[in-house]
């Protein structure tokens, strides 16, 4: 887990509405919230590290479906194919 945020993230909590800020705490890891409760992180810090975390995990599922989407793709151009050889 990140020590630090990054000022990006930073930028992006300083944003945040009060509802956005209650549903990105409601999602937040325990160590994360306990970290941020101990003083160990600002409410901010914690905030902006919940967020860098919450883009990596969308990125990583964006990669699995893109590969996901590309073996169904070549799925069904091969069934293409051997309904194409069945029919001759």
Known sequence: ???KAVD???EKARKLNKERVE???SRMRP???RRAEDKKLTELEALAIQLELEDEELEGW???R???NEKLE????K???DDKKAEK
């Open 1 to 3: 887990m990140r020590k």
């Open 8 to 10: 990006q993230y930073l």
């Open 23 to 25: 549903r990105l705490q």
């Open 31 to 33: 160590k994360l919230a």
């Open 62 to 64: 964006r990669e699995q």
């Open 66 to 68: 893109r590969k996901l």
């Open 74 to 77: 070549a799925k069904k151009a």
């Open 79 to 81: 069934v293409g194919k």
